[in-house]
């Protein structure tokens, strides 16, 4: 004999609200899951990694982390500005700035001024810089390696397209949000 459930009333439904994902319950109290809230483990993966790849790439190769991510741009755009640089990944104009000074100051890139509107600059990687990058991307390529084996092909191509999903959402992610009032 099978038994039924009564279905939840929609009152009963609304009285307990689901508490988010990412969530847990301490004290009664709403706090993040630090093992399952995605901007927590992100972040964390996102320093932890940018924290390693910045002593590997100054002990080996005399480069910060925010000077490989310019000449990692560079490499595939050459010849843009320090804004779109600024846009593509995503690193205050203060950062860039310095970045190029440092890179150029260490003939790494060249610096011009645009073809287009001649008060703006546009940068390149120099034949070092190029050669300095092809060296740096084996170890940028190699770290990953490292940081997927664990995944298989398909699980990488999954993580891979639920990124690019977020980064399409960061817009609104980024946008106005309702604060909550004080108590």
Known sequence: ??????????????????????????????TLDLDRHIPVLLVWLSNKFTNGSSQIYRKHFGVGVIEWRC????????????????????????????????????????????????????????????????????VAFERERRLTADLTSEEREVFIRALKK??????????DVDIPPES
Do not use: Y
């Open 1 to 30: 004999m099978k038994i039924e459930r009564p279905e939840k009333t929609l009152n009963e439904r609304a009285r307990k609200p689901r508490d988010p994902e990412g969530s847990r319950r301490v004290d009664g109290r709403l």
């Open 71 to 138: 000449m990692a741009l560079l490499a595939v755009q050459p010849w843009i500005s320090p804004n779109r640089i600024c846009q593509v990944i995503a690193i205050d104009k203060a950062a860039v700035s310095r970045a190029i000074r440092t890179l150029e100051e260490s003939g790494l890139l060249r610096v011009r001024s645009s073809k287009l509107r001649s008060r703006f600059l546009e940068v390149a990687l120099t034949d070092k810089g190029s050669a300095l990058h092809d060296r740096m991307v084996q």
């Open 166 to 175: 977020m980064l399409m959402r960061i817009d609104i992610v980024n946008g």
